[in-house]
């Protein structure tokens, strides 16, 4: 058997290459979007990918998994689980086997049997892995997708805190717990291969170690030590992470089909006149993939910097609407790692890229960032308007007095509501957040915003006794 895991860094997500050596046969879970490295790895090690599988309708990124059925012929493995709102909804025409509870189906000599885990999801269900051609009589693990990570459980709420559905936070609870006791029956040694690690906010404590075994998770794992149903429920359902807003429109792409990816060459623009043109109309998102440390000295106007790298997708997934169109001001060199990144949630509306070498003499918006000693003296002054940006939990642990909490995500619309003639002092936890806020603010009209290097954390160092709550 051959068993590979691949880690996207930027949503935190694992998806997994199982092989049977003997048939040359193999089979992605969780499969993400762009496939092309992992089909590549598969072909070097003398494996065809013939199957892919999914542990549920995925609410964090774009599955592969039908982009694998459409150009590669493969065939799905399904839930069948949950009632016709939690349904697959683009299977026809293609090979799909639908996988209920204690189903078995073989990828060459490797066995996998379904496990029912609602909770996270009703529709939700685990992959117990057999390496029967190895000669095994004993699953040596199981992939857990978004049910048991390393250190935490999946969390039960982001359809009712992103689309609206209510009440499904505390019945998605109740399931969780009772798929846990049914979990912790499996033995000791059974390795756990998660669907997420550290950084996705499908959890609130995720460890960054990439597995785990059943037997440890029990005697580490909050969730499977915990005994009492109320208890868990309340624990799980408290203080879980804002819910990005792109994953109620994440869960509806994965479940009526994600589109599929064709290759096609990106259109450079470099004419500065035309640029900004279009990034004054509506409907059009001119975004600034540039290090903060450069987009502060120069923005075209009505531009929002999010910096290529881990914060991309979260936060355009949070800021992009999902029928804008996007351009792209990208070094040539990053512009495949920026588009792969976006596509990752489905922001396909890519129209233009433009190298930033070409924006020199339109791009004239900008802030300024200063001390948390100049800062503080800033904010003293009577006419400014000071925003922190943090999420509400940071929020309510401590924040400067005197201070409007708006957080990043909603930023966007938040921030038509206060005066464009008086100054923006703004802030996040450690100043990355605050740097795409400001670019926000200059975006919405504001002509002078000032940031703090360093964020609440500097400043609460040098202030301790400032700090509210």
């Not at 990828?107 to 269900?125: A, M, R, Y």
């Not at 030590?225 to 109320?230: A, L, M, P, Y």
């Not at 949630?345 to 960032?369: F, G, R």
């Amino acid at each position: 058997m051959f068993l590979r895991s691949y880690f996207d860094e930027k949503l935190a997500q694992y998806s997994y290459l199982v092989g049977c050596q003997r048939t040359g046969e193999a089979i992605l879970i969780d499969p993400p979007r762009h496939l092309d490295m992992i089909l590549q790895d598969a072909d070097k090690e003398g494996l065809r990918v013939t199957a892919a599988a999914e542990t549920h309708i995925h609410a964090d990124f774009v599955s592969g998994a039908r982009q694998l059925a459409v150009k590669h012929d493969a065939a799905l493995y399904l839930s069948d689980e949950g009632d016709e709102d939690w349904k697959y909804g683009y299977t026809d025409q293609l090979h799909v086997t639908k996988l209920k509870d204690n189903d078995t189906f073989m990828i060459g000599n490797v066995q996998f049997d379904v496990l029912h885990t609602p909770g996270h999801t009703p529709e939700s269900i685990s992959f117990i892995l057999t390496d029967v051609g190895g000669g095994a009589e004993q699953p040596m693990g199981i992939f857990t997708g978004d049910f048991v990570f390393v250190g935490d459980v999946g969390r039960p709420d982001l359809l009712e805190k992103s689309a609206g559905a209510q009440g499904t936070a505390r019945s998605g609870a109740e399931s969780m717990f009772k798929s846990i006791q049914r979990f912790k029956e499996f033995p000791d040694h059974m390795i756990i291969w998660p669907g997420h690690g550290a950084g996705s906010a499908c959890g609130k404590s995720l460890g960054a170690v990439p597995q785990s075994t059943i037997g440890y998770e029990k005697q580490t794992n909050w969730a499977l030590k915990e005994t009492d149903e109320q208890a868990f429920i309340e624990e799980l359902l408290q203080d879980q992470p804002e819910a990005p807003s792109y994953f109620a429109q994440m869960k509806k792409v994965n479940k009526l089909g994600p589109a599929i990816i064709e290759e096609t060459d990106g259109k450079w623009f470099s004419n500065e006149e035309e640029i900004v043109k279009w990034a004054a109309q509506s409907g059009h998102f001119l975004l600034d993939t540039r290090p903060a440390k450069e987009a502060e000295k120069g923005l075209v106007p009505g531009s929002i910097n999010i910096p290529l790298g881990k914060l991309l997708p979260n936060w355009a997934g949070w800021l992009v609407d999902y029928e804008e169109k996007i351009a792209l001001i990208v070094k040539p060199s990053d512009a495949e790692e920026a588009i792969i990144a976006l596509q990752s949630i489905h922001l396909d509306q890519i129209v233009m890229l433009i190298d930033p070498n070409s924006i020199d003499s339109i791009a004239t918006a900008s802030y300024e960032t200063v001390s948390k000693e100049k800062f503080e003296q800033e904010k003293e002054k009577e006419a400014v308007q000071i925003i922190d940006v943090r999420n509400d939990s940071e929020w309510q642990e401590g924040h400067m007095e005197g201070v409007q909490h708006k957080m990043l995500g909603h930023l966007r619309e938040e921030g038509k509501k206060l005066d464009e003639e008086k100054p923006v002092l703004i802030h996040c936890q450690s100043g990355a957040r605050s740097a795409i806020a400001a670019s926000v603010m200059l975006s919405l009209g504001f002509k002078e915003v000032i940031h703090l290097e360093g964020g609440f954390g500097a400043w609460k160092e040098k202030y301790p006794e400032k700090v509210t709550r």
